[in-house]
């Protein structure tokens, strides 16, 4: 008990007030994480991991690279020509299926913040942000 003058004390070193943040916004990512999912690596093998390079939809954004778009039950799309873009509509990809269909228009930004809107053959189909994956074509 008497061996220091001073009571001791226990500080926490300066990286431990950022740890929790650094923590949940890595949390907080993980669902938009581009997971290779079971059936795609036992159908390409581990090269697989190293083929994909993800871009993920950004609603009201247009700075995409031309990209396969894909999403469940939904053809792929292959963006053919770049963007425009206004403050009324947002922006307008003009684009092609890839396996059957024919796709005029996949549009995005302003009047469609909600998720991504893309046409078929005249019919219209709105998709969660979140279930939309920009796929980097290398062709």
């Known amino acids: 008990?008497?061996?220091?003058?001073?009571?001791?004390?226990?500080?926490?070193?300066?990286?431990?007030?950022?740890?929790?943040?650094?923590?949940?916004?890595?949390?907080?990512?993980?669902?938009?994480?581009?997971?290779?999912?079971?059936?795609?690596?036992?159908?390409?093998?581990?090269?697989?991991?190293?083929?994909?390079?993800?871009?993920?939809?950004?609603?009201?954004?247009?700075?995409?690279?031309?990209?396969?778009?894909?999403h469940d039950g939904a053809p792929n799309v292959v963006v053919t020509l770049s963007t425009s873009a206004s403050e009324a509509t947002g922006c307008?990809?003009?684009?092609?299926?890839?396996?059957?269909g024919e796709i005029a228009t996949l549009r995005f930004g302003a009047g469609h913040r909600l998720g991504w809107v893309y046409e078929e053959l005249g019919q219209r189909l709105q998709v969660r942000a979140d279930r939309l994956r920009l796929v980097r074509s290398d062709g």
């Open 1 to 70: 008990e008497d061996l220091l003058p001073f009571p001791p004390s226990v500080g926490a070193n300066a990286e431990r007030g950022i740890s929790v943040w650094t923590g949940v916004s890595i949390m907080a990512s993980l669902p938009h994480c581009p997971w290779i999912t079971r059936a795609e690596y036992e159908a390409s093998g581990a090269g697989v991991i190293h083929q994909k390079s993800w871009l993920w939809a950004r609603p009201g954004g247009c700075d995409f690279l031309p990209a396969r778009a894909a």
């Open 92 to 100: 307008e990809l003009s684009c092609t299926s890839v396996g059957g």
